[in-house]
């Protein structure tokens, strides 16, 4: 069945730096691959989007990057923040599914 | 403002003990509804979603059901719990399908079972 991996477990950078977390999906006709950022105990919150018509979006210190070739996207974090620490899933789907990677656990040291 | 709210926040209940999970989404007409169950320290899997009042659509068994007795009121249940059903139960909404943009999740609830 369709499969994302999410490649990085745990993530260790420190403050400034910046931190990539990659995927990669199975289903060749994904066309939407959303990142959610879950903080401990908490809910998740929808960071940024990227669909298949595009290789690249950018909010703010947020990059997304797809590569349709590979099936493979990944979230970069820029100047990282201490607040940036939490855990974040990748995904992909169709009209009513996603399916989710495991998720990153990003630790972001002072 | 669109709010959505899951109630309770946290449950303890016995193995083979009935289950109520509720909730509720305010300011927004129609949504698409999501139940999510995430095992501790785990990803997300989707078990029901529903497009319309009265319509729901099982993703997985998990001897879990589902029904959205009114627009805006998504419940989860179960006559008999299992050990295997703890976990983050999390509720969300979405303008459309869940490829259409993002989806908005309620704060969950945690549910153990002894």
Do not use: M
């Given at each position: 069945?369709?499969?994302?991996?999410?490649?990085?477990?745990?993530?260790?950078?420190?403050?400034?730096?910046?931190?990539?977390?990659?995927?990669?999906?199975?289903?060749?006709?994904?066309?939407?691959?959303?990142?959610?950022?879950?903080?401990?105990?908490?809910?998740?919150?929808?960071?940024?989007?990227?669909?298949?018509?595009?290789?690249?979006?950018?909010?703010?210190?947020?990059?997304?990057?797809?590569?349709?070739?590979?099936?493979?996207?990944?979230?970069?974090?820029?100047?990282?923040?201490?607040?940036?620490?939490?855990?974040?899933?990748?995904?992909?789907?169709?009209?009513?599914?996603?399916?989710?990677?495991?998720?990153?656990?990003?630790?972001?040291?002072? | 403002?669109?709010?959505?709210?899951?109630?309770?926040?946290?449950?303890?209940?016995?193995?083979?003990?009935?289950?109520?999970?509720?909730?509720?989404?305010?300011?927004?007409?129609?949504?698409?509804?999501?139940?999510?169950?995430?095992?501790?320290?785990?990803?997300?899997q989707?078990l029901?979603?529903?497009?319309?009042?009265?319509?729901?659509?099982?993703v997985v068994q998990l001897?879990?059901?589902?029904?959205?007795?009114?627009?805006?009121?998504?419940?989860?249940?179960?006559?008999?719990?299992?050990?295997?059903?703890?976990?983050?139960?999390?509720?969300?909404?979405?303008?459309?399908?869940?490829?259409?943009?993002?989806?908005?999740?309620?704060?969950?609830?945690?549910?153990?079972?002894?």
């Amino acid at each position: 069945g369709e499969k994302v991996e999410q490649h990085e477990s745990t993530l260790s950078v420190r403050e400034g730096d910046s931190a990539v977390i990659n995927c990669t999906y199975t289903d060749t006709a994904s066309s939407y691959f959303p990142w959610y950022k879950q903080e401990a105990g908490k809910s998740l919150h929808f960071v940024i989007d990227i669909r298949s018509n595009v290789d690249r979006k950018q909010s703010q210190r947020l990059i997304v990057l797809l590569d349709k070739k590979a099936k493979r996207f990944s979230l970069h974090i820029t100047a990282t923040q201490p607040e940036d620490s939490a855990i974040y899933f990748c995904a992909d789907g169709d009209n009513s599914k996603l399916i989710w990677g495991l998720g990153t656990s990003l630790v972001v040291n002072p | 403002a669109q709010t959505i709210h899951q109630w309770p926040v946290a449950e303890i209940k016995a193995v083979g003990s009935p289950l109520s999970l509720g909730c509720t989404i305010k300011g927004k007409s129609s949504p698409n509804l999501y139940w999510y169950w995430q095992a501790t320290g785990g990803t997300l899997q989707q078990l029901f979603y529903s497009i319309t009042v009265g319509q729901v659509e099982s993703v997985v068994q998990l001897n879990l059901s589902a029904s959205r007795p009114k627009d805006d009121q998504f419940i989860l249940s179960t006559e008999k719990l299992l050990l295997s059903h703890s976990g983050f139960y999390l509720c969300a909404w979405s303008l459309a399908g869940v490829n259409t943009g993002q989806l908005y999740f309620g704060e969950g609830s945690k549910l153990t079972v002894l």
